[in-house]
């Protein structure tokens, strides 16, 4: 039980950031989330380079509630083609991995 998976991905707004953090903690998806500052990105969009201005979000997760967590950024997403990064990690502290596990549960 000392792995946790970590999702990320960003938003346009810092708005849209909170709503999604907010709905993953009290659905228990996840156990925390975090809201990054902004940051400009710059990426291919329909054969044209862009750039903008988007808030990073990052969950903490158990991974059996990973894939429940996916489909609900997945469905409230606002991008089209929306970034969703999954790193499985394993805790450098046993008793926050048990925390994860433990404020994962409903």
């Known amino acids: 039980m000392d792995e946790i998976c970590v999702v990320t991905t960003v938003v346009d707004a810092r708005s849209v950031a909170d709503v999604l ?5 009290a659905g228990r998806l996840a156990a925390c989330a975090q809201v990054g500052g ?15 201005t988007e808030w990073s979000v990052q969950f903490k997760t158990a991974p ?7 489909d609900q950024i ?6 089209e083609v929306p970034e969703i990064l999954v790193s499985r990690v ?3 502290n046993p008793d926050y991995a048990t925390w994860v596990y433990e404020h994962t549960r409903t």
């Open 64 to 70: 059996d509630r990973l894939t429940a967590l996916l």
């Open 90 to 92: 394993e805790s450098g």
């Open 38 to 52: 902004q940051v400009d990105s710059t990426y291919w969009w329909r054969s044209g380079m862009e750039t903008s």
């Open 21 to 25: 953090a907010a709905a993953a903690v």
């Open 74 to 79: 997945r469905v409230s997403h606002p991008y």
